[in-house]
């Protein structure tokens, strides 16, 4: 039986996603053979459910997305409130003991020594030799990136190419706006039919696939294919098609979430990175968009009541005048035991979900539906075969993301609070994260020590985070050519860092100068 037509489950970031990758990729295909598209997506949204609207960051992959897309990067910016995103800062993960000033490192976006020349065991050298008065933060000396985010400065001038920029970038953006933008791009590209409706019951057929789906105002609607985007409902997949979730709130000990919008000046300098801050029991993030800030507070309530985590984001604001306005947020830490399951794909938070840490919700969802896009089943003969492979790289790569995750929390030298003190049981690491801790004692991480390309963060990744927090590799001896190349390459960065400097805009500059652009084309 030919699949000819597809039913997405939910609208919002994650059903919009899917969206544009699946009418992206069939049309594509349809193009190349020579034909008219055959397959009608058709899109379920609920008029009932609103956006979470939580999940405004995301990462440089996206790009790629928006630019398949069709969709032009100064639209994308003014539509979406959007701002430039080249980092996450961390700021007091690590013990502050007796420093003068909070412990910070970058997650930057550029590769760590970007002209070829791996800088990183140098780095522990002089490390070594400097002493914790002269040490310098890894990614201030191996990326010239630093110097931009510290200086407020945009990735790209305005008159650069759509997606291109001096530096590697993504974007803070305004979740509900976004999903509004992919919507229009959608259903006017890709002839994706938009339905408002509440789905009532979900058919199934005798071989336990899913027939149908019956709804308020449309009734029964039988279509080939489902994409369940209906967020942490799970409506297809946990409640109609009995998938297991996986829970793994005993790994990562945070749980809910207080969010809250608060209004900026026209005027107001706004990083091009996220600020996350940890306290006695989680993290805050801060996201600045053009007109606001969307900050929220997370953290695991065995270790904190929500009056206390109240009380925390208030002196963070510096007040309560917002008080009335938070939201608290449950996270349901865990994903699906399986992802594709019969004729049903899970996406977005009908997937999983991990926390907001290093925008894992709209990576993993827009990594998902690209890879279901980039080989979706002719015929009901391929399902069997994709269900299997989807799944097994799904299940790896969800497996490393909690990795990563939980590095972060692992790696901390607070002992503080139980939180902390918690997150350093080693039972809480799995096997491939154990063994990758032991080998990085003696060398600095390598792109062979990773075996897939299903992990969505590599070796650049981890070596800012694993050197941002101080992790004791031992540095290897180089000899008198290797450090004189050494030192050539971390000149070239300062030779650089002084070039974009001059070159590079403010970041509010740049965003106006963009918005404006859009306005006049």
Known sequence: MAINNICIIGGGTAGWLAANHLGTALAKTASENGQTPQIQITLIESPDIPTIGVGEGTVPTIRESLARFGIKESEFIRRCDATFKQSIKFINWMDSGAREVAHSFHHLFDAPSPFGHDLSNYWLQN????????????????????????????????????????????????????????????TSKFDVKHLKANVVEVELAQNGAIAAVHTENHGRLAFDFFVDCSGTASLLMEKALAVPFVNKQDELLVNKAIVVQVPT?????????????????????????????????????????????????????????????????????????????????????????????EATSILLTDFAASFLARKFPRTGDDLPTLEQRFNQVMTYAWKRVIDFIKLHYYLSDRVDSPFWLANKNEEHLSETLKQRLQLWRSYTPHPDDFFAQFEVFTVDNYLYLLYGMNYPTTPLVTDKQNEQAHRAHAEKIQQANQYLKQKLPSHRQALEELAFRSHTK
């Open 265 to 357: 000046k026209p005027d107001d300098e706004i990083p091009p990175y996220t600020l996350a801050t940890a306290h006695q029991a989680g993290w805050i993030w801060d996201i600045a968009l053009t007109n606001r800030r969307g900050v929220g507070l997370v953290y695991g309530d065995e270790f904190l009541s929500e009056v206390a985590a109240k009380d925390k984001l208030d002196r963070y604001l510096g007040n309560n005048t917002h008080r009335e306005r938070y939201r608290t947020i449950d996270m349901r830490i865990g994903h699906l035991s399986k992802f594709w399951h019969k004729n049903c794909v899970a996406l977005g938070l009908a997937q999983g979900f991990v926390e907001p840490l």
């Open 127 to 186: 490390q070594m030799n400097a002493g914790a008065a002269n040490s310098k933060e890894y990614a201030k000396f191996v990326a010239p990136q630093w110097h931009s985010c510290e200086r407020k400065l945009a990735p790209k001038t305005a008159d650069m190419s759509d997606y291109k920029g001096a530096h590697a970038y993504a974007y803070h953006l305004n979740a509900a706006k976004f999903a509004e933008l992919l919507s229009e791009n959608a």
